[in-house]
C-alpha cells in the first residue's frame, strides 16, 4: 500500500519569504508524486508531478519540488512567497502503472501568507 | 473552455434522506471520478466511471452509488444521509484512467447533513 504523510497541517510564511511545504511517502515501489493547490472555493489543480525522470521537478507559478529516494521526500519549495499563494496544498502518490483511481492524497497543508 | 462543473454548490439534508450530485466533465474527456473530502482527512476516493461504466470504488458503503450517461455526466447518489457524509464531494475527470492522465477538478459541493 502506498501513503503520504504532509508534516503541517497550517504553514505560515511571510510575504517574500522561502515557502517549504513537507511530504514523505511510502511506497513499495518506484513511486508517481504529485503536488496539487486549492485555491477557495475552487478544486484542485496540478502544480507538478514527478514520474521517474528528473528529480527536481518544475511546476507552475514558480513551485518546485525535488524527489528524495534516500529521505523518501517530495517536499514543495517555493523561493519567494506571494499572497496569492495562499491555499491548500495536497501532495499525492501512486504507481506508474496505476490509473487515477488509486492516487492516494495527503490531508492537505493550509498555506497562509503573511503581509 | 468549460472546466469541470458541479452542482448545486451548496446542499443540505437531514438524517436519513437522500442527496444527489451532479457533474459535467470536460468536453471529451470521458472518466469521471468522485471523491469525498471530509475536513482533515484529506481526498478518499470514492468511484471512478469511465465510458458508462462504474470501474472502481473506494472504501465506502454501498449506499454511495452513482452512475454516468451517455454523455458522460454523472451523478453521485448518497441513500440514508449520516451526520459524518457532511463534506465536500469532488468531481474530477481525465481523458482516461489507465495511465495518470492529468486530473481535472470541479470545485466541488458542499453536502451538510443536519
Known amino acids: 500500500a502506498q501513503s503520504v504523510t504532509q508534516l503541517g497541517s497550517h504553514v505560515s510564511v511571510s510575504e517574500g519569504a522561502l515557502v517549504l511545504l513537507r511530504c514523505n511517502y511510502s511506497?513499495?515501489?518506484?513511486?508517481?508524486l504529485f503536488w496539487y493547490v486549492q485555491y477557495p472555493n475552487q478544486g484542485l489543480q496540478l502544480l507538478l508531478k514527478?514520474?521517474?525522470?528528473?528529480?527536481l521537478v518544475k511546476g507552475i507559478n514558480g513551485f518546485e519540488a525535488e524527489f528524495k529516494k534516500s529521505e523518501t521526500s517530495f517536499h514543495l519549495t517555493k523561493p519567494s512567497a506571494h499572497m496569492s499563494d495562499a491555499a491548500e496544498y495536497f501532495c499525492?502518490?501512486?504507481?506508474?502503472?496505476?490509473?487515477?483511481?488509486?492516487?492516494?492524497f495527503g490531508t492537505g497543508t493550509r498555506l497562509t501568507i503573511i503581509p | 473552455e468549460a472546466g469541470v462543473t458541479q452542482s448545486p454548490t451548496h446542499l443540505i439534508k437531514t438524517r436519513g434522506q437522500q442527496a444527489t450530485l451532479r457533474c459535467s466533465p470536460i468536453?471529451?474527456?470521458?472518466?469521471v471520478y468522485w471523491y469525498q473530502q471530509a475536513l482533515g482527512l484529506g481526498l478518499q476516493f470514492l468511484l471512478w466511471?469511465?465510458?458508462?461504466?462504474?470501474?472502481n470504488r473506494g472504501n465506502f458503503p454501498p449506499r454511495f452509488s452513482g452512475r454516468q450517461f451517455p454523455n458522460y455526466s454523472s451523478e453521485l447518489n448518497v441513500n440514508a444521509l449520516e451526520l459524518e457524509d457532511s463534506a465536500l464531494y469532488l468531481c474530477?475527470?481525465?481523458?482516461?484512467?489507465?495511465?495518470?492522465?492529468?486530473?481535472?477538478f470541479g470545485s466541488g459541493t458542499q453536502l451538510s447533513v443536519l
Open positions: 474530477a475527470s481525465s481523458t482516461g484512467g489507465y495511465l495518470n492522465e492529468k486530473l481535472f
Open positions: 511506497s513499495s515501489v518506484p513511486p508517481y
Open positions: 514527478y514520474t521517474s525522470a528528473a528529480t
Open positions: 499525492a502518490v501512486t504507481r506508474g502503472d496505476f490509473g487515477n483511481e488509486k492516487l492516494t
Open positions: 468536453s471529451g474527456h470521458t472518466s
Open positions: 466511471y469511465d465510458e458508462g461504466e462504474e470501474r
